[in-house]
């Protein structure tokens, strides 16, 4: 099976509609690998460039080409053009050609014999020249998983070869729609002495929608930026003191940041108090008779009374510590460092639909070190669907309503912003395989049938013509 996805060019595209076309390319990443998609071609890029991640090869291509232009055809393939001179000021391709003698072009024939495929990558010059095979690979060549610099697993959370049955999305968060609202520096750089320099966007104490930040027991005004939680950019944290912040490798682009080293660099406020702030995530859907696991990206440097927990609360009651770092032998860090970590945590499956809220709390805090997260997502595994689709009686009346009573039914551009597209067709899927609407979308059940279903597909594609 062949699906296309036809974007513009990152160059044509406003700043908002690259974070939304992020957070689509980070949706349909994990659909790949849960639906076990052997290829992704992505194009055009300045260069040929290959990977393997998680069972998927990732190909992208070089080149490009203008549909509406008149260009020369291939000498391999008849019905194929090449994208025409595109100077570049060095060598990119792989065969030493490019550069001064304008872009290569790459196509990639793939030959498939059972359940067996093999990939050839072919390039040719502006002019149609062909210059010769760039690549080969194929599903008998499956390279090994990556290992991860450092894993922290707390809790039964085994990881599955394969997409369990009855898997469920809950939340998935990775901060990056923060780089919106970035702000130059406050504090870096004056109170607190920094390389940061004054034009530098990277930093924000403005949450994601539905998050917030409980500073209720924070200590004295410090540093600006590290008053609490913070949203910044790793470039930002990073040059404003490394001190092993850049060993946090699994975390990219924007992160969630406590850091009372930095605070305390502005006025000394630990000689009056502590550093105590909470990441609070919004309200959780958690659907009956399913083992829910949390995981995220985790960066935490030890030091003195320094203690970070990760809790959480089922409708509203107690909260429940998950994990615990801190300076004792018996805390899940043992007294020490956990760097460059991706964590793992379990909670035991709830009898009745429920509804959870997660908390990272850093507290009894001074001069000491950063705890940085980033990439979490929490799924359920188990029998039976994610959540139950809502049934409206049928009316036992048969009045017909009047035209202003008539409802009007769900519109297929699911993020309400003005069009129908990829990042729409994305959701109807997350929808379709856990029923319920991901934050910022609304209902995909096009029909009003009680689940969103092919039909429903099919509409949205009619009106993504329409457009």
């Known amino acids: 099976n062949l699906i296309p996805l036809i974007e513009e060019p990152t160059m044509k595209r406003k700043a908002d509609e690259l974070l939304q076309q992020e957070e689509a390319n980070r949706r349909l990443q994990k659909l790949m690998e849960e639906h076990k998609v052997a290829i992704c071609f992505s194009?055009?890029?300045?260069?040929?460039?290959?990977?393997?991640?998680?069972?998927?090869?990732y190909c992208v291509t070089g080149g490009g080409s203008w549909l509406d232009l008149s260009e020369p055809l291939t000498t391999d393939w008849e019905h194929m053009t090449v994208g025409g001179f595109h100077p570049l000021a060095i060598d990119v391709s792989p065969l030493g050609l490019g550069g001064e003698y304008g872009m290569i072009n790459e196509y990639v024939k793939v030959a498939v014999a059972g359940n067996v495929?093999?990939?050839?990558?072919?390039?040719f010059s502006p002019s149609g020249d062909f210059y010769g095979i760039i690549d080969t690979f194929s599903?008998?060549?499956?390279?090994?998983?990556?290992?991860?610099?450092?894993?922290?697993?707390?809790?039964?959370?085994?990881?599955?070869?394969?997409?369990?049955?009855?898997?469920?999305?809950?939340?998935a968060e990775n901060f990056e729609a923060r780089a919106s609202v970035l702000q130059t520096r406050a504090d870096e750089g004056s109170c607190a002495p920094s390389q940061v320099q004054p034009e530098q966007l990277g930093w924000t104490h403005s949450p994601p929608a539905g998050w917030s930040i409980d500073n209720s027991n924070m200590g004295p005004q410090g540093t600006t930026?590290?008053?609490?939680?913070?949203?910044?950019?790793?470039?930002?944290?990073?040059?404003?003191?490394?001190?092993?912040?850049?060993?946090?490798?699994l975390g990219t682009g924007i992160l969630a940041i406590a850091d009372p080293d930095e605070w305390d660099d502005c006025n000394r406020p630990s000689l009056l108090g502590t550093f105590d702030s909470a990441l609070v995530s919004p309200p959780i859907p958690v659907p009956p008779g399913k083992q829910v696991a949390i995981e995220f990206d985790s960066h935490y440097r030890q030091e003195d009374n320094q203690t970070a927990e990760v809790s959480v609360s089922i409708n509203g009651g107690e909260e429940t510590v998950l994990l615990?770092?801190?300076?004792?032998?018996?805390?899940?860090?043992?007294?020490?460092?956990?760097?460059?970590?991706?964590?793992?945590?379990?909670?035991?499956?709830?009898?009745?639909?429920?509804?959870?809220?997660?908390?990272?709390?850093?507290?009894?805090?001074?001069?000491?070190?950063?705890?940085?997260?980033?990439?979490?997502?929490?799924?359920?595994t188990g029998e039976g669907p994610c959540f139950e689709p809502t049934v409206t009686p049928s009316p036992t009346s048969t009045t017909t309503p009047t035209p202003s009573e008539t409802p009007i039914p769900p519109s297929p551009d699911l993020n309400?912003?003005?069009?129908?597209?990829?990042?729409?067709?994305?959701?109807?899927?997350?929808q379709m395989r856990s029923g319920v609407p991901s934050e910022g979308f609304h209902s995909g059940d096009l029909n009003q049938n009680g689940v969103v279903d092919l039909d429903d597909i099919l509409r949205m594609q009619r009106e993504w013509k329409a457009d």
């Open 416 to 430: 309400e912003d003005g069009r129908v597209d990829s990042v729409d067709l994305l959701e109807f899927l997350m």
């Open 225 to 249: 930026e590290w008053q609490g939680w913070s949203f910044a950019s790793k470039d930002f944290w990073v040059t404003a003191d490394d001190q092993q912040r850049s060993a946090f490798t």
């Open 117 to 123: 495929w093999s990939a050839t990558s072919l390039g």
């Open 324 to 380: 615990r770092y801190g300076s004792l032998a018996e805390d899940d860090n043992t007294g020490a460092d956990v760097q460059n970590a991706h964590i793992s945590l379990a909670l035991p499956a709830q009898a009745e639909s429920s509804s959870m809220v997660l908390k990272w709390r850093l507290f009894d805090a001074r001069n000491n070190w950063f705890w940085a997260i980033d990439n979490l997502e929490v799924t359920a």
């Open 43 to 57: 194009g055009h890029m300045h260069g040929y460039q290959r990977g393997f991640r998680n069972g998927v090869y």
């Open 139 to 171: 599903s008998s060549e499956i390279p090994p998983s990556p290992t991860p610099t450092a894993t922290e697993t707390v809790g039964p959370s085994p990881t599955p070869t394969e997409t369990p049955a009855g898997f469920c999305s809950l939340l």
